[in-house]
Antibody, heavy 121, light 110 residues
């Protein structure tokens, strides 16, 4: 049973950076791990993903340049870092694995519990 | 990438069937059979209900079904129950190798 546990809530000032962790358990750490965010009352938004096996990444063009996903295979943990934070970045950030059933499917399951990022001066 | 279009709200009485539409373009919904649907209750993470247009993950009720025609996908909930009241989002893989979500639909059980 795949489980993802994220780090706790963060409060940051505008212009700062935030780094969130996502620890995986219950499976061999070779899944695709995605990061998504959901602003209050809004639809989820896909940010990017990492191939946990080889470290390859792909990012949404919207976040290119200020968003980085890394992983530590020894700790079965994936990280996301978002820099130059602004008020519009205030959201719940989720990690999620790509759903696997016999083969990979282009969707997300399971999800982590979410990490609230507050951006305020 | 613009969000996929969903109705803002859909309602139905217990036992009825409702259908939620999700309209995209030839670059996303119309390009691949990689449409998925998520249920989200307040304060919870989204839960995968349908993947690859019409397949259900293990444990998801067969009251949930999906379909697609052209660039419009649909989620049908049959035998509506009180526990189905939630927000529902569609999502699609895109020709840019990214993912896009729908605008979301609030389902109300009357």
């Amino acid at each position: 049973q795949v489980q993802l546990v994220q780090s706790g809530a963060e409060v940051k000032k505008p212009g700062a950076s935030v780094k969130i962790s996502c620890k995986a358990s219950g499976y061999t750490f070779n899944y695709a791990v995605h990061w998504l965010r959901q602003a209050p009352g809004q639809t989820p938004e896909w940010m990017g993903w990492i191939n946990a096996a080889n470290g390859d990444t792909k990012y949404s063009q919207k976040f290119q340049g200020r968003f980085t996903i890394t992983r530590d295979t020894s700790a079965s943990t994936v990280y996301m870092e978002l820099s130059s934070l602004r008020s519009e970045d205030m959201a719940i950030y989720y990690c999620a694995t790509e759903y696997y059933s016999s083969t990979w499917h282009y969707c997300f399951d399971p999800w982590g519990q979410g990490t609230l990022v507050t951006v305020s001066s | 990438q613009s969000a996929l279009t969903q109705p803002a709200s859909v309602s139905g009485s217990p036992g009825q069937s409702i259908t939620i539409s999700c309209t995209g373009t030839s670059s996303d919904v119309g390009a691949y059979d990689y449409v998925s649907w998520y249920q989200q209750h307040p304060g919870r993470a989204p839960k995968l209900m349908i993947y690859d247009v019409r397949d259900r993950p293990s444990g998801v009720s067969n009251r949930f079904s999906g379909s697609k025609s052209g660039s419009t996908a649909s989620l049908t909930i049959s035998g509506l129950q009180a526990e189905d009241e939630a927000d529902y989002y569609c999502s699609s893989y895109t020709s840019s190798s990214t993912h896009v979500f729908g605008s979301g639909t609030k389902v109300t059980v009357l």
